[in-house]
C-alpha cells in the first residue's frame, strides 16, 4: 500500500524547454506532497510543499516561477521546470506522507538538460 | 527550520564488523526520526525508525538509539554484509504533515 508513481523515470531536455514530471498516489489520497532535489553525492533538498487545493509553500532560495507546482487533485501532483538549464539536471522525487504508515517516496525522475 | 547533521561521510567495514552513523538534530520539537538507504538512482528505502516517545528500536541486525536530551540519534548495524554497502540517510520531522529534513549522508563500503 501507499504507493506513489513518478513519471517518467528519466528525461533529456535541451536548455530553455521546460520539463513536467508528475507523481501520482495510486491506493491513497495525497493532501500533501513533498518535492525534493538530489544533486550526485548530495543529500535530499526540499524544494517545495504542494497542497490539495492551494498554492505551494516554497523553501528559501528556491524560484517559485521557474519550479511550478501543480497539486489539483488528492491523487496528482506536478512539478514543471520551466525554461531549464543544465545547472537543473538533477534527480527530482516527490514524497507523501501517509496516515499510519509513514513517509512515501516515488520513484525518481532524472533530468539531464543539455 | 530544522537542521540535521550526519557523521560519517564515509564508512568502510569489514563484512561481518558493526557499522555506527550518527546524526545529531537542532529542532527540539522533531519527534519522529528515520533511517533510509538509498541505492544509486533510487527511491530511499525505509530500514528503520524511531519515535520521540521511545530510546531504541531494533530489528534483526538494525537497532536505532534516541537522545532527545543531546538531540542525536544513531543507526547500528551488526553483521554487515556486503548487500549493506550504499548511501544511508537519517531525517528527521516534527510530525503530522511536517515535512522531512535529511541528513548529509554516509556512504558505507562493506568489503568483504
Known amino acids: 500500500g501507499a504507493v506513489v508513481s513518478q513519471h517518467p523515470s528519466w528525461v533529456i531536455c535541451k536548455s530553455g524547454t521546460s520539463v513536467k514530471i508528475e507523481c501520482r498516489s495510486l491506493?491513497?489520497?495525497?493532501?500533501?506532497m513533498f518535492w525534493y532535489r538530489q544533486f550526485p553525492k548530495q543529500s535530499l533538498m526540499l524544494m517545495a510543499t504542494?497542497?490539495?487545493?492551494?498554492?505551494?509553500?516554497?523553501e528559501q532560495g528556491v524560484e517559485k516561477d521557474k519550479f511550478l507546482i501543480n497539486h489539483a487533485s488528492l491523487t496528482l501532483s506536478t512539478l514543471t521546470v520551466t525554461s531549464a538549464h543544465p545547472e537543473d539536471s538533477s534527480f527530482y522525487i516527490c514524497s507523501a506522507l501517509v496516515e499510519n504508515y509513514g513517509y512515501t517516496f516515488g520513484s525518481g525522475t532524472r533530468l539531464t538538460v543539455v | 527550520g530544522e537542521n540535521v547533521e550526519q557523521h560519517p561521510s564515509t564508512l568502510s567495514v569489514q563484512e561481518g564488523d558493526s557499522a555506527v552513523i550518527k546524526c545529531t538534530y537542532s529542532d527540539s520539537a522533531s519527534n519522529y526520526f528515520p533511517w533510509y538507504k538509498q541505492e544509486l538512482g533510487k527511491r530511499p528505502q525505509l530500514i528503520i525508525d524511531i519515535r520521540s516517545n521511545v530510546g531504541e528500536k531494533k530489528d534483526q541486525r538494525i537497532a536505532v538509539t534516541l537522545n532527545k536530551t543531546a538531540k542525536h540519534f544513531s543507526l547500528h548495524i551488526t553483521e554487515t554484509q556486503p548487500e549493506d554497502s550504499a548511501v544511508y540517510f537519517c531525517a528527521a520531522s516534527t510530525g503530522t504533515a511536517s515535512k522531512l529534513t535529511f541528513g548529509t549522508g554516509t556512504r558505507l563500503q562493506v568489503t568483504l
Open positions: 491506493d491513497f489520497q495525497a493532501t500533501t
Open positions: 504542494s497542497n490539495e487545493g492551494s498554492k505551494a509553500t516554497y
